[in-house]
């Protein structure tokens, strides 16, 4: 069941894993054998020892009118990993390319938009606390210095991405579903829970405030973290950031 799951990966489906690998099993057979051997239809067999030979894991001679089946050397699933890889590899820069150009939407141009995220900007690099800022979409429109010092990633590299992107696996799910209903409701959220991780794979957990922020009819969400002996002036914070532009 293993060997099948790993063949699967590889982007095969679970009837086709299972006949390579009783026709590797089998030997040269025929297509009869190979069926009888996955408990499937012969009909069924054929149309996907097909497809494998397409694919350069099946293979076939035939002797005295008889076609005989063999499956091709398990190397060739490596070398068709490796080329996937290198598919990839090759096509990554467009793909980069368009995630970039997305980043770069229409309501990024707008100045009202554009006004309010740069005051942000400027009150939230002011502050020694890291700081992270999201747009409506929860995409990453700002870390200020702080919080790349803490995390290890540039301001670059953090556009566009979803907070998520941080996850570390230890933080309960529960305390996130807590996070989303507190948010949901336009409240302000703070957690002593979650722990995200650094750039060098090391954790990462202070007290996180996260609020909204609404300026017009654009919308921000705001983190901050803090270690939990410092005073807890959430509150005050929140003001802060709404009456920054409050009369836009």
Known sequence: MKNQKVIEQLGYTSKEAKVYLASLSLGESHISDIAAK???PRSTAQAIV????EDGLMNFYIMRRYKYWVAENPE????????????????????????EASRNNNIN????????????????EASSQPTLITN????????????QKEFGYSLEEMLGEHPPFLKSGKTPQS??????????DDALFQSDKIIDRRKDGT??????????????????????????????????????YTDLNADT
């Open 38 to 40: 996955v408990k499937i």
């Open 50 to 53: 097909d497809r494998l030979h």
């Open 203 to 240: 954790y990462f957990t202070l007290r996180t405030t996260i609020f909204q922020v609404r300026h017009g009819n654009r919308k921000f969400y705001i983190q901050i973290l803090n270690d939990a002996t410092e005073k807890d002036c959430a509150k005050e914070m929140q003001d802060a």
């Open 175 to 184: 305390e996130y579903d807590r996070m989303w209903k507190i948010l949901k």
């Open 136 to 147: 409506s979409d929860i995409e990453i429109v700002y870390v200020n210095t702080a919080w």
């Open 109 to 124: 141009k707008d100045p009202f938009y554009l006004k309010s995220l740069s005051m942000i900007k400027t009150y939230s």
């Open 76 to 99: 060739r699933l490596l070398e068709k990993l490796k080329k996937r890889e290198e598919a990839i590899a090759e096509a990554l820069p467009k793909l980069s390319a368009i995630r």
